[in-house]
């Protein structure tokens, strides 16, 4: 009996230490306010263009591509509002796994090893992506004779070596300047400002292992469809020295 109750103190003060609010901004408000200033503008623009509609103008050209982005934009406005919410519980409730700080040392190791991990994933699917386009757009340039094509594919390629090799740099000299720390969820993660969830439609939490070398940290993959078909993706959260949380209780919480 003496033991029970001391486990209860003890289960009681741990969920009171989880159940303060966190001085911590909600990104997913930031993310709300953008799918709702581009709803707003692209709804603008093609009513603009109906109203005024003109043969032989880019009038339809604009209305098309609105009725594509708005429809979208609301689907996307209506999940982000259910992760602001989420994320509002975690924050001011304190309804979470764990919440990790950083000290600066730590947070740049982990830049840095983020950094090359982002550069070498990057690359490679920037180079399948390069082949693949390569593969359709070129043999159909000459079977048709349409050579812009050919201009297209290589503004396709510029736009793969964007993402593969320049867009992980800007991302390590912002995160520079971000306050290192890390809140787990059931179904998501809060890190560097960066909301990364699989409670969405088609995606689903794959694996979470945790690695030793070359950093301490969690390896969690989920997995989510989007326009070219299946796909997963890999988050790596780094384990501060002075944590006292047990991994293995922490990955076993992940849903």
Do not use: C
């Not at 700080?101 to 550069?119: A, C, V």
């Not at 960066?194 to 993959?221: C, M």
Request: aromatic share 14%.
């Amino acid at each position: 009996m003496v033991k029970k109750k001391v486990k209860v103190e003890i289960e009681k003060k741990k969920e009171k230490s989880h159940s303060k609010p966190l001085n911590i901004k909600n990104p997913q408000r930031t993310v709300l306010m953008r799918w709702i200033i581009i709803t707003l503008f692209f709804s603008f623009i093609g009513i603009r263009s109906f109203l005024n509609f003109k043969i032989n103008s880019m009038d339809g050209m604009v209305i098309m591509v609105s009725l594509v982005i708005v429809p979208t934009s609301l689907f996307f406005i209506r999940t982000t509002l259910k992760n602001v919410k989420v994320i509002d519980g975690a924050i001011e409730r304190g309804i979470m796994l764990v919440h990790w700080k950083y000290t600066n040392s730590e947070w740049l190791e982990y830049l840095n090893y983020e950094k090359g991990f982002r550069l070498g994933e990057g690359s490679l699917i920037a180079m399948f992506l390069g082949a693949f386009t390569a593969i359709i757009f070129i043999p159909f340039a000459i079977i048709v004779g349409e050579w812009a094509m050919i201009w297209i594919m290589f503004g396709l390629f510029g736009l793969y070596g964007f993402m593969g090799f320049v867009l992980p740099r800007i991302i390590y000299f912002i995160r520079k300047r971000s306050t290192g720390e890390v809140i787990l969820l059931e179904k998501g993660i809060i890190l560097a400002k960066q909301f990364y969830t699989w409670d969405f439609p088609l995606s689903k939490f794959n694996s979470a292992r945790f690695i030793k070398k070359p950093y301490e940290h969690l390896e969690v993959v989920y997995e989510f469809i989007d326009r070219t078909g299946p796909r997963s993706y890999v988050v790596n959260i780094p384990i501060p020295k002075n944590n006292k949380e047990n991994i293995d209780q922490i990955i076993k919480k992940f849903k």
